[in-house]
């Protein structure tokens, strides 16, 4: 878990130490649901989404190859992003990868969230008439309404076997 680092959007991962050179490393941030990666070229890092755009389900791109010191090769499909500007350098992919501003503070890595959306509450979906939560919702509401009917079918049934006895 992550820590709010001052008043300003950045976000403290962690220590600098545990991002060596020329290595991809995860990080997630709970309260955002969001995998964020990070990697060192000597002196400057770069932060992206860790979820790769070229398809559901998304792959970790932590899990893919560094091409060079600002490529990033998604493991599953090939896709190549841009480290610095997160744009498509080899498809199938065709949406960019988000990529944050990261800096070092007194020897912590900090990565700049701002203009990120704000994660939903998990039943936001729910009020939205025409999303998936909406279904859900459909769903449940038939499920309880068999349940119910099978209920009223049985104790009729069971009034009426014990009626034919007496």
Not at 24 to 38: E, G, I, M
Not at 90 to 109: C, D, F, K, S
Not at 121 to 131: I, K, Q, S, T
Request: proline fraction near 7%; aromatic fraction near 4%.
């Amino acid at each position: 878990m992550t820590d709010l680092a001052s008043t300003d959007a950045f976000r403290t991962l962690g220590p600098t130490s545990s991002i060596p050179d020329d290595l991809v490393v995860p990080f997630y941030l709970d309260d955002r649901k969001l995998r964020l990666s990070v990697v060192r070229d000597a002196d400057r890092l770069y932060a992206f989404d860790d979820l790769c755009t070229c398809a559901e389900p998304a792959c970790p791109l932590s899990g893919g190859l560094l091409v060079d010191a600002t490529t990033i090769r998604c493991q599953c499909h090939g896709s190549e992003f841009d480290l610095a500007t997160g744009a498509v350098l080899r498809g199938p992919a065709t949406t960019p990868l988000r990529t944050h501003t990261a800096r070092e503070v007194a020897g912590e890595v900090q990565v700049d969230l701002a203009g990120m959306p704000q994660p939903t509450p998990w039943n936001a979906d729910v009020a939205r008439p025409g999303r998936a939560g909406s279904l859900a919702v459909v769903v449940i509401a038939a499920v309880a309404a068999v349940v119910a009917c099978v209920v009223l079918v049985r104790r009729s049934t069971r009034s009426d076997i014990g009626g034919s006895r007496s």
